[in-house]
Each structure stands twice: as structure tokens, then as C-alpha cells.
């Protein structure tokens, strides 16, 4: 049971346009989601994250916009840039009141982004 | 501030031999501590997760195990391994306040 989705395998891009990474999710126990950024050979960097109590969060070139009613989330990067480049993954966790529950993570499958000059 | 650090970063190894992956965080105390498996083409899986010394919870049923001898020291062991158990597996932290989990360099290891 896939309860994090990222239906768009790959993304292509020019340098300067606006790249927008989808992400759906089924379980409305989550209550946190976060966006990593992953080179090959690599581990995923965090890059933003945002809480059920918002619609939005930005910083700096990127912005994540969350819409509970249809569990989706995006994640938009403007302007794009080729050091973009990479595999971006959403992640998701329900409500949690410390300790244990600040572990359960639930990756989508990514999407690679290319940001071409 | 704060370093993860994962050993070895790649490795060959037969089936049915024994695995020991390390994982070290420096710089903060008591962290969460977590492995995740990426398997070819797929999403990051939550194998284990420890919130102190000796304590390990399991989320996947597999011939893996793994233990937290120290605050900040996680290993990664299997005593047979399979074909299936290749993949890049990534150790990660956080604090137990926070949802944001940051992870080390990783290490692709290949079952032959």
C-alpha cells in the first residue's frame, strides 16, 4: 500500500522556468510533510518542509503548497536552475507528541528533475 | 554542528555471508536514529529506528537486525544475505522535537 505517491517518474525542465514536483498521499493521519533533495550515490538533503496548519512555505526559490482537502502536495521551484538537477522526494508523518513518532517517515518513490541550460 | 557518518561506502559481498553497516553522528546527543533501504528505481524504506541504547524498533520482517551499542553509534547486521538485500542503504537522525530526519552519505551495497 503505496500511502505516499509521486506519479511522475521524471521531469523535464529549461534553466530559468518553473519547475512544479507533484506528491498525493491517502493516510489523513499525516500531519507533516517534507520535500528532499537527492544526487545519485548520495543521501537525500532536506529542503522544505511544511505542517497541516499551513497551505504554504516558502524559502527561497522554493515553495511547497499543501491542500488537505485533496492530500496533495507541490513542490514549485522558481527560477529553475541546472544544479537542480537531481531526485526529489516527498515525505510524510503523521501527528506526533515526541519521541517515537517523530521517526515515521513515509517516502513517495521520486521524481528526477532535469533543469536543461 | 552536526555530521553523519556511514561505513563502508560501497561493498561487494556474497550470498549467505555476513553484513556489518556503522553509523556515527557527531555533534548532538541522544539523537533518533533511523536505516533506510533504497532498492533500484524505488522509494526510501524505514527498516529500523532507535530512540535511545538498546533500543531498536523493526518495520519490515527481514533477515536484517540492527543495534545502537552507543548514544550515537548504529549498526546495520545481517548474519546471511540474500540476493534481494542489495540495494543503497542510508542511516539518518534527528532529534526527538523535530520531524526533519537528515542522512549520511550512504552505502550501496551489492549481493552477488
Known amino acids: 500500500d503505496q500511502q505516499v505517491k509521486q506519479n511522475s517518474p521524471s521531469l523535464s525542465v529549461q534553466e530559468g522556468r518553473i519547475s512544479i514536483l507533484n506528491c498525493d498521499y491517502t493516510?489523513?493521519?499525516?500531519?507533516?510533510f517534507l520535500w528532499y533533495k537527492k544526487y545519485p550515490a548520495e543521501g537525500p538533503t532536506f529542503l522544505i518542509s511544511?505542517?497541516?496548519?499551513?497551505d504554504k512555505n516558502e524559502d527561497g526559490r522554493f515553495t511547497v503548497f499543501l491542500n488537505k482537502s485533496a492530500k496533495h502536495l507541490s513542490l514549485h521551484i522558481v527560477p529553475s536552475q541546472p544544479g537542480d538537477s537531481a531526485v526529489y522526494f516527498c515525505?510524510?508523518?503523521?501527528?506526533?507528541?515526541?519521541?517515537?513518532?517523530?521517526?515515521?517517515?513515509?517516502f513517495g518513490q521520486g521524481t528526477i528533475l532535469t533543469v536543461h541550460p | 554542528s552536526q555530521t553523519i557518518h556511514q561505513w563502508p561506502a560501497t561493498l561487494v559481498q556474497p550470498v549467505g555471508s555476513p553484513l556489518s553497516l556503522e553509523c556515527t553522528v557527531e555533534?548532538?546527543?541522544?539523537?533518533?536514529l533511523y536505516w533506510y533501504r533504497q532498492a533500484a528505481g524505488r522509494g526510501l524504506q524505514l527498516l529500523f529506528y532507535?530512540?535511545?541504547?538498546?533500543?531498536i524498533s523493526s518495520e519490515v520482517p527481514q533477515n536484517l537486525s540492527a543495534s545502537r551499542p552507543q548514544d550515537r553509534q548504529f549498526i546495520l547486521s545481517s548474519k546471511k544475505l540474500l540476493l534481494s538485500d542489495s540495494g543503497f542503504y542510508l542511516c539518518?537522525?534527528?532529534?526527538?522535537?523535530?520531524?526533519?530526519?537528515?542522512f549520511g552519505p550512504g552505502t550501496r551495497l551489492t549481493v552477488t
Open positions: 493516510n489523513s493521519m499525516f500531519d507533516y
Open positions: 539518518a537522525w534527528s532529534l526527538d522535537t523535530n520531524y526533519e530526519q537528515y
Open positions: 511544511i505542517s497541516s496548519i499551513k
Open positions: 555533534g548532538t546527543s541522544n539523537p533518533n
Open positions: 515525505a510524510a508523518s503523521p501527528l506526533g507528541a515526541g519521541g517515537t513518532s517523530y521517526g515515521k517517515l513515509t
Open positions: 532507535s530512540v535511545g541504547i538498546g533500543q
